[in-house]
C-alpha cells in the first residue's frame, strides 16, 4: 500500500506557491534542492515544503490537489496556518553524511 502525498511548497520570501503530490517524498526534496541550485537560476527558489498530506489513493490525492489549486491565496494561506502556523521547512534539506575513511597515518 503506497501513500501519495499532496504538498505546498514556497520560497523563503512565501510569494509564491507551487501544490503537486507525489509518491516519493524523500526524491521530491532531493529533486527540490538540485532543480534549485543548477536549473532555476532566475526563477522563485521554491524550497520550502510547508504543507504536506498524505492518501492512501491516488484519485484522493489528485482531487486534493485539484481542490487546493482551485483555492484562493487566502484560503491556501489559511490551510498552512492551520496545520503549520509558522511556516516552518517540513522537510528540511538532507545533508549526505559521508563515511570518513580511515585515515591512521603515523605523523
Known sequence: MSNFIVYIVTDNNRRY???DFTSN?????????QANSF?????????????SEAFSKLACAKKRMN????FT????????RKNN???NNLYPQ???AYPKENTNYAA
Not at 491565496?73 to 498552512?80: D, T
Open 17 to 19: 506557491f507551487e501544490i
Open 25 to 33: 517524498m524523500f526524491s521530491t526534496v532531493v529533486e527540490l534542492q
Open 94 to 96: 538532507q545533508h549526505h
Open 73 to 80: 491565496r487566502m484560503q491556501i494561506e489559511r490551510v498552512i
Open 39 to 51: 536549473i532555476l537560476q532566475q526563477g522563485p527558489h521554491l524550497n520550502r515544503i510547508i504543507y
Open 67 to 70: 481542490e487546493l489549486q482551485n
Open 85 to 87: 502556523p509558522n511556516w
